[in-house]
């Protein structure tokens, strides 16, 4: 099972709703409340909770089952079908689960 470049790794957040935003440091100081609490950088959910700061989400069970999955089971008939073809490739691929479901999520996208 082949490794997710991070432009996949990118592109399947995106398409689950996280959403990667940039804030430069003049445009947090251009208002007092921003300069309070200044907002940061990094990947945000479609609700605009702070997901991670700067770097790409972890391709973990935990990100998986909390940002892609209730996005694919809301936008995919099928999404049952995604969780059985991963229950499928992790027999026999012990500590590869995340990365069975990331494929599986990906393919179904």
Excluded at 41 to 65: M, Q, R
Aim: with cysteine; proline share 5%.
């Amino acid at each position: 099972m082949n490794e997710p470049t991070s432009e996949e790794i990118k592109e399947l957040w995106k398409r689950c709703g996280l959403v990667y935003k940039s804030f430069s440091r003049e445009a947090s100081n251009s208002c007092e409340a921003a300069c309070i609490d200044p907002p940061l950088t990094g990947w945000y959910s479609a609700e605009g909770k702070l997901v991670s700061f700067k770097t790409v989400p972890n391709i973990d069970l935990n990100n998986l089952f909390k940002y892609a999955v209730p996005f694919l089971k809301d936008s995919n008939e099928e999404w049952l079908d995604v969780l059985v073809e991963w229950a499928k490739d992790i027999t026999g691929n012990y500590g590869k689960d995340a990365l069975a479901l990331f494929w599986a999520i990906w393919e179904s996208l």
